[in-house]
């Protein structure tokens, strides 16, 4: 992990000056951590405080903190951040400590949290704690609960936490620009008693998107709803890690939906059950199995699941518009055209025109078009089969024997054992069974209306 002082302390004697004076000017706030990675951190093991099991958050981290006579202490920086949402793009967004979304925060039931914020935006914020119990005045309400952190300014919350659950943060301040531009985070609290809900992987993520025009790096802030990347964490896919597992592990996924749509995720491979909301967990009574959990805007889902299964699992929002990335959206659909004598005429006028969509879309996975800069091919990523044609929400539960605990290297593609792949077929075709013929009067049915026998006593 890359500290923010490290990292002047590596950066030359011009900016220690800076962080000299705005560390004075600080007095007693903590150190602010930073991250500069968009890859997973391993989970952060607690130094101090309450034991618990730590989260991993995909393509994320957790923030450090420190304890001060029984508080535990976080900083927070609200600032502009360059997140790169998959290799060839980087999109300049604002975030929380050098990354959008912010680090995930972990703390246990029980503990008194003081949250310091930084404002190094451009305009004013605040922070809402989404779904935890505080006093009213901690609730980060711009203008209704508090004044809005004004540029430049440190604000302090604190409060304690209640209950264990699934939480985020974000900001309650010009929100739907701060939230189009990437401003958001994941907060864990854990239970008391570790082994009240205890799995042995826990991962976090949020599910957020943008809408960066191709070619552009910053995000549209004005756009409702045709969003044209749909991320799990600021990634897209093939750049969204795997969620690597070990068998026979108990596996607990928790995500949350800062996106202006719903987004119904659905996992490969197993039955599971919700076992948490933003609202708290889910008593075993009240469970049902299931393969798919519809997560609302603003609402959060954690499912479980034992991995008794190996393989590569695909995750990934059912939307299948949802696994893509940017795309133009105003195209014809082409299937069944035959556009050949067009395409020669148009040819003559425009020597690079392209005919494609006449058999479907798939040829774009394989197709290597010119595209402006920093900006993604629609339909990506290729796995061991060939190209798999997913962008967007999309990635793979890898389940392995022989991990070690808290190993979460990603392992490579499954090795199927031998004669367990689908394959063609070469040998010969059964003959389809045929439907049964109709019954031979069928056309000329009589009907008969027979008149209720009335009883007779
Ligand atoms: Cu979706």
Redesign the pocket.
Known sequence: MNTRRNFLRTSGAALLGAAAVSRAAQGAVPEAATQSKPDTQPPLMPANGRPYNPVVTINGWTLPWRMNNGWKEFHLVAEPVRRQLAPGMTAHLWGYNGQSPGPTIECVEGDKVRIFVTNKLPEHTTIHWHGILLPNGMDGVGGLTQPQIPVGKTFVYEFEMKKSGTFMYHPHADEMVQMAMGMMGFFVVHPKNPAFMKVDRDFVFL?NAFDIKPGAATPSVNTMLDFNL?CWNSRVFPAIDPFVVRRNDRVRIRFGNL?M?????HMHGYDFEVTCTDGGWVPKSARWPEVSVDVAVGQMRAFEFTATEPGDWAIH???SH?TMNAMGHGVPTMIGVDHRGVAEKIMKLVPDYMVMGERGMADMGEMEMPLPDNTLPMMTGRGPFGPLEMG??FTVVKVRDGLARNDYKDPGWFKHPEGTVAREWTGPLPAAPAAKPAPAAAGQAELRAVKPASHKH
């Open positions: 599910l749909w996106t749509t719903n987004h119904p995720v929002c059912h939307k949802h967007g929400m």
